[in-house]
């Protein structure tokens, strides 16, 4: 039976996982191949790029703007740059689906640009926090000039004399660093940016790659500097764009909690800004093999071999936050599965996700029957050693990885695990139910 990615979905206690998959494209990396491919002049040819909806989210918001992009038959993506500040007025709104990186990407784009936009985006994205790019923009010269600053729908104005500007990131996100970093691009002079806790650095590593004037230091106190000087063509160039390991987390924690799971998982970015998780799984006592390794446009791909564990609890600090943030959903279920006391520390940004992911992961914990506590940002996961209840249905709120980890979870535990809708999947990995099917998984639409 196929699977499709829509209504409601149910996942059955599974014998065992096995087989080998290739994990699609990486959803940052894809954004920004081909946000910076659109400033070059020329062509940017794009091997691997993810095919999801968050991506055509962006890829139909770079058309709105002149560029022109062409899918080849071998699945390549063909970007015609139209150079640094040459993206035209878009004559319709630009909707962006769910896709927060979309939303605040295109906006750092726009706020150089001599360009109205309105920018549009589903229930989830309209009730995410906007004015954390908002301020940095508005000091570029960018301005709000319809609706509420802080959420979507409303309308930017990019600047056209925009300054340079020198901004210390109050949040860590890799969004507003890169939404600047972009904008910087079309800037006179230097933009600088200062980060005192470091997120994913794709953006730096494609700038090198595209030829911008960056350079990367570190401050008086020791906190990475990232300075551009705008301006400069960018060069057209060719990008592999390695495996996402925020979807391979999901395929790994189903191997580790399914008794008698062997799963080959290629094409697995492996990068300090993103796969800390991999650590932490290992700490937890995973056996997880790394098979080969190779590069792919800068970042470090692998080829990991992971085996069924029965895991134990661990402590993580808050300050793995950053490069783990798309991750505790599904560390909280491996933790359900795991003997022992699992702490997580430091998830408040979980809460501004594509849902309230804080209470995401309380809820899927209480209603699947795993005991746990929170105080504010923390939370205290008391693993059952290998067994899960379930028998629960989990409204997603439209979010991927809610989905996801639900789902995951359902594979291993004594009753069906049901999420009300699998269709968000599709914004981030739209290959998930197909690739678990594959490995045997047992997840069925529900009819009803
Ligand atoms: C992303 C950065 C992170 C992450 C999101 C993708 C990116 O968001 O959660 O899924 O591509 O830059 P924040 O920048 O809000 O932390």
Do not use: W
Request: glycine share 10%; proline share 4%; with cysteine.
């Amino acid at each position: 039976m196929e699977i499709k990615n829509k209504k409601s979905i149910k996942a059955f206690n599974t014998p065992g996982l096995k087989g080998k998959i290739t994990i699609p494209g990486d959803k940052s990396i894809s954004h920004r191949a081909l946000i910076l491919g659109s400033m070059c002049v020329g062509k940017t040819i794009i091997k691997g790029l993810l095919e999801s909806e968050d991506i055509f989210s962006t890829i139909n918001a770079l058309i709105k703007f002149g560029v022109d992009i062409e899918r080849k038959e071998n699945g390549d993506f063909v970007v015609h740059g139209v150079g640094v500040g040459g993206h035209l007025q878009p004559d319709e709104p630009v909707y962006l689906g769910n896709s927060g990186t979309s939303a605040r990407l295109l906006i750092g784009l726009v706020s150089s640009c001599d360009i109205t936009v309105d920018f549009l985006g589903d229930e989830s994205l309209s009730s995410r926090p906007m004015n954390r790019i908002i301020d940095p923009i508005i000091r570029i010269g960018a301005e709000v000039i319809k609706g509420d600053k802080n959420k979507l729908p409303f309308t930017v104005k990019g600047s056209s004399s925009p300054l340079p500007i020198k901004y210390e990131m109050k949040i860590p996100s890799a969004q507003i660093k890169s939404a600047i970093m972009i904008s910087a691009l079309n800037i006179r002079g230097e933009t600088t940016i200062i980060e005192p806790v470091l997120t994913r650095d794709h953006t730096e590593n494609l700038l090198n790659i595209f030829g911008a004037n960056i350079s990367i230091t570190k401050n008086k106190l020791g906190h990475k500097s990232i300075s551009i000087r705008g301006h400069k063509e960018l060069k057209p160039t060719n990008i592999v764009v390695p495996g996402d390991p925020s979807s391979a987390a999901f395929i790994i924690v189903a191997a580790l909690i399914v008794p008698g799971s062997s799963v080959v998982i290629k094409n697995v970015m492996i990068n300090k800004t993103r796969s800390i998780f991999i650590d932490f799984l290992i700490e937890m006592g995973a056996d997880i093999i790394f098979l080969s390794e190779y590069q792919n446009s800068g970042e470090k791909v692998v080829d990991l071999k992971v085996n069924y564990s029965q895991l134990y609890g661990i402590d993580i600090p808050s300050t793995a936050a950053p490069a783990m943030i798309d991750e505790y959903l599904i560390i909280s279920i491996a933790a359900a599965y795991a003997k022992g006391k699992t702490l997580l520390k430091g998830l408040g940004e979980l809460r501004v996700k594509e849902s309230d992911r804080f209470s995401a992961i309380k809820n899927i914990l209480q209603l699947a029957g795993v005991r746990f506590e929170s105080f504010d940002d923390d939370i205290v996961i008391y693993g059952n050693s290998g067994s899960v209840k379930g028998g629960c249905l989990i409204d997603t709120n439209l979010d991927h990885r809610v989905a996801m980890a639900s789902i995951v979870m359902g594979l291993g535990a004594e009753e069906p695990i049901e999420i009300d809708d699998g269709s968000s999947i599709n914004t981030s990995f739209s290959e998930f139910f197909g690739i678990m099917k594959t490995l045997g998984g047992n997840i069925k639409n529900n009819e009803k």
